[in-house]
Structures are given as C-alpha cells and as structure tokens.
C-alpha cells in the first residue's frame, strides 16, 4: 500500500465551479497535513496545512482533515484557470531516529476550463 | 529576497561524470532536505539535514553524497552519474514545530539534470 494516496488526475471543472481534492495516507501517527500547488516547472509551493480533525478556511480554499478515516482534502472553491496545476498531499510520517520526514502523494493536476 | 535558492537551475552532463548542486537558504530555518522529482512528477525524499548532523538517509545510492557546511547550506555530490539520475533535485528548509507538529517546508527553484 502507498503510504501517501492522491488520484493522478486530470480533474476538469469549469471555471466558478468547487474543485475537490482528496488523499489518503497510511500511517495512523500521522500528525502534520500539507497541501502543495506545483505549476509545471516550477517548484512546490505550500496552500494549506492542517494538523486536527475538522475544517480548516484560508481564502477559496478548505482543507478538511479526518484521522479516523485518514482521509485529507482540499476544496477549491470559484475554480479559476489559474487555479490549474498539480496539487500535492504530503503527511508527515516518523522516520528512523524519531525524526520526521514528510511523504509526498503522486498529485493530482487539476484543469480549470472557461 | 531569495529564500532557498539552489544552483545550478539546469545541468547537461555525461554519464559516469561527477557534478554538485548547491543549495542556500536564509529563513533561519535549522532543517534542511534534498528530494529527487523523477519524469511522474513523484516526489521522493533523498536526505534531512539538522544543524549540519544528517538525520534522514532514504535508500539512495552511496554515489550521492550530501554536505552540509553549516545550517544555512547543503550540497549534494553526486558520483558516476547515470541515465536513471535524469530528474529535477529540490532543496527545502524548515524550523521544525513544537511537539509532534512537523514544520512547513519550503521549497528551493529546483535544478533540472540531465544525463545523456
């Protein structure tokens, strides 16, 4: 099983419509949530974290986070075509040593259409 | 202001050459990280470095060697590169939260390899 789990996508929606994003993860210890946006060639770029169970709102976006069923999503409301990239979901899993070291899903890319 | 900056941006290279990439960061950050990007756009963690001390080393080949001259870099060298090298390599730092709160990473441009 992947550790980190995120449907490869393309997502198509029309502009002004909610974009939904999901991931699964499989370490229950699980603590730190992130959301990434990557434009292509370019270089990750963190959206949202989220570290306890329930919603969380910055702007159009909401991450949603449920530990019990270790389900992460994002939700991107008024879509616009700048919206289109591909969004990663990373969780933080513990590592040897204790330390923690963050494990990325595949991405999902998402196209915004006018 | 830059706040991870990495270079080279792009490296052509033949294989079984040696080449470096570099890495800066001044966020204040104390935890820095090497990942490889491969062509599926799967990010992978390569190394963790924390005040200078290397605390994660993922299965990678012992041809990449990672430096880190004081909290503020991390080099990466890599030895005898090969086709499978071919990728984009990201540099990132971050503070690392209290408590089991894992601190948000931040991303360096990235440097695209290429090995023909």
């Known amino acids: 099983q992947k550790e980190v789990e995120q449907n490869s996508g393309p997502l198509s929606v029309p502009e002004g419509a909610i974009a939904s994003l999901n991931c699964t993860y499989s370490d229950r210890g699980s603590q730190s949530f992130f959301w990434y946006r990557q434009y292509s060639g370019k270089s990750p770029e963190l959206i949202m974290s989220i570290y306890s169970n329930g919603d969380k709102e910055d702007g159009r976006f909401t991450a949603q986070l449920n530990k019990a069923s270790q389900y992460v999503s994002l939700l991107i409301r008024d879509s616009q075509p700048s919206d289109s990239a591909t969004y990663l979901c990373?969780?933080?899993?513990?590592?040897?040593?204790?330390?923690?070291?963050?494990?990325f899903g595949a991405g999902t890319r998402l196209a915004v259409h006018p | 202001d830059t706040a991870v900056s990495q270079t080279p941006k792009y490296l052509v290279t033949q294989m079984g050459n040696d080449k470096s990439i570099k890495c800066e960061q001044n966020?204040?950050?104390?935890?820095m990280y090497w990942y490889k990007q491969d062509s599926k756009k799967f990010l992978k963690i390569m190394f963790s470095y924390n005040n200078k001390e290397l605390i994660i080393n993922e299965t990678v080949p012992n041809r990449f060697s990672p430096k880190s001259p004081d909290k503020a870099h991390l080099n990466l060298h890599i030895n005898s590169l090969e086709l499978g090298d071919s990728a984009v390599y990201f540099c990132?730092?971050?503070?690392?939260?209290?408590?089991?709160?894992?601190?948000?990473?931040?991303f360096g441009p990235g440097t695209r390899l290429t090995v023909l």
């Open positions: 990132a730092s971050s503070q690392e939260g209290a408590g089991y709160y894992y601190g948000t990473q931040y």
């Open positions: 966020l204040g950050h104390d935890t």
């Open positions: 990373a969780v933080n899993m513990e590592g040897r040593g204790g330390y923690n070291k963050l494990i």
